[in-house]
């Protein structure tokens, strides 16, 4: 059974900084792009962020500059770091794993087959 568990939401005021990981189990995704995807409160689901096997990253114009995508294949953890936060980037954050073999970085949420079950970011002003 595949999992994708992501940690390291919290409460934190603007400017802070916080770390999200997001550990899969039952597969290797070592060679599959992961995406980082958020929903804010009344708003739809967003890409945040992607990194691509190889380590390429992509990011949302909104979090650029900001947020960095990095991952550990070793570990099967992907994480996002992010820095100088907003209260916009209040969210429920979602690690994806995507669906292609060494494919891209999608932006598109239904390019993805596995998602976990989000951990919440809110960032207070």
């Known amino acids: 059974q595949v999992q994708l568990v992501e940690s390291g939401g919290g409460l934190v005021q603007a400017g802070g900084s916080l770390r999200l990981s997001c550990v899969a189990s039952?597969?290797?995704?070592?060679?599959?792009?992961m995406g980082w995807f958020r929903q804010g409160p009344g708003k739809e689901r967003e890409f945040v962020a992607g990194?691509?096997?190889?380590?390429?990253?992509y990011y949302a114009d909104s979090v650029k500059g900001r947020f960095t995508a990095s991952r550990d294949n070793a570990k099967n953890t992907v994480y996002l770091q992010m820095n100088s936060l907003k209260p916009e980037d209040t969210a429920v954050y979602y690690c994806a794993a995507g669906r292609s073999y060494m494919g891209s970085i999608k932006t598109q949420g239904h390019e993805y087959d596995y998602w976990g079950q989000g951990t919440q970011v809110t960032v207070s002003s």
């Open positions: 990194i691509s096997w190889s380590g390429g990253t």
């Open positions: 039952g597969r290797t995704f070592s060679f599959y792009p």
